[in-house]
């Protein structure tokens, strides 16, 4: 029986900050919609074309994104990495913008052979997604993995660890959210020197065309880039490509470091 006080993981929302933004945006394009019924003349057609505007560009993506997270935490699961390091002689993995912890502590409590898993992330409470090295360290605990999991803060650009550290790295909707210069080019560059020869790169990234990313991002979609160009940038960094996966719109593509 579980007690009412005992603790719990926190994983939070996707982008939660993001999603509550939008939503009250969007609310308020709908308000002056309605509002524009009982105007008259230019105002009526400004407050129109104002809140439609507002509603197609905040609160459609502010709703579609909170019906993401809802699906996406109910079908969560670790990814195909599990199935790649399950032979290998105490693997040490990196998670790459690990966040609270979600896939990274999941894919811990599958770890076998003395395993241990790495993850950083560039931990802000005023991040985009709300983010926190004590939450996420707390989550590990609370789960159990806290002996098999270590949590830091660290860029996926400049990767604080040693060459050839490690048997696989993953990044999970990471790499579009790198917008500086050149920014997936180098955090691709810090991947292959960080792992082993042999060693596997594992990159989860929604494609851009897909219906489902549409429907629940609308016009935001476009911050997404089409799956080709993710192939194209990991063969163009030296990786040999092992396979792609596709979860709706959510492609997950394998490479190995020759």
């Not at 993001?18 to 609310?27: K, S």
């Amino acid at each position: 029986m579980i007690k009412m006080d005992e603790e719990k993981p926190e994983y939070g929302w996707y982008v939660k900050n993001l999603i509550v933004n939008f939503t009250i945006l969007g609310l308020l394009g709908l308000s002056l919609t309605i509002l524009s019924f009982f105007l008259g003349g230019y105002l009526m057609v400004t407050l129109i074309i104002s809140g439609i505007a507002m509603i197609l560009i905040f609160l459609w993506p502010g709703i579609g994104m909170g019906l993401m997270n809802i699906i996406l935490n109910k079908n969560n699961s670790p990814g195909n990495e599990n199935e790649l390091i399950e032979n290998i002689e105490s693997p040490k993995i990196l998670d790459v913008g690990c966040g609270t912890g979600r896939h990274a502590i999941k894919t811990a409590k599958s770890l076998k052979n003395d395993g241990h898993l790495y993850g950083i992330d560039i931990y802000s409470k005023t991040a985009i997604g709300g983010n926190a090295l004590d939450t996420v360290q707390r989550n590990a605990r609370l789960e159990g993995v806290d002996d098999k999991t270590t949590f830091q803060f660290g860029s996926a650009i400049e990767i604080p660890f040693d060459d050839g550290m490690f048997d696989m790295v993953f990044f999970s909707s990471v790499l579009h959210e790198l917008h500086m210069e050149n920014g997936p080019d180098k955090a691709l560059d810090e991947a292959y020197r960080v792992l082993k020869p042999g060693g596997y790169l594992n990159i989860g990234e929604w494609n851009r065309s897909s219906w489902q990313l549409i429907a629940y991002c609308g016009i935001f979609c476009l911050v997404f880039k089409r799956h080709r160009h993710w192939l194209n940038l990991i063969k163009k960094h030296g990786f040999k490509i092992e396979g792609q996966r596709k979860n709706g719109g959510f492609y997950t593509f394998s490479a190995i470091k020759p």
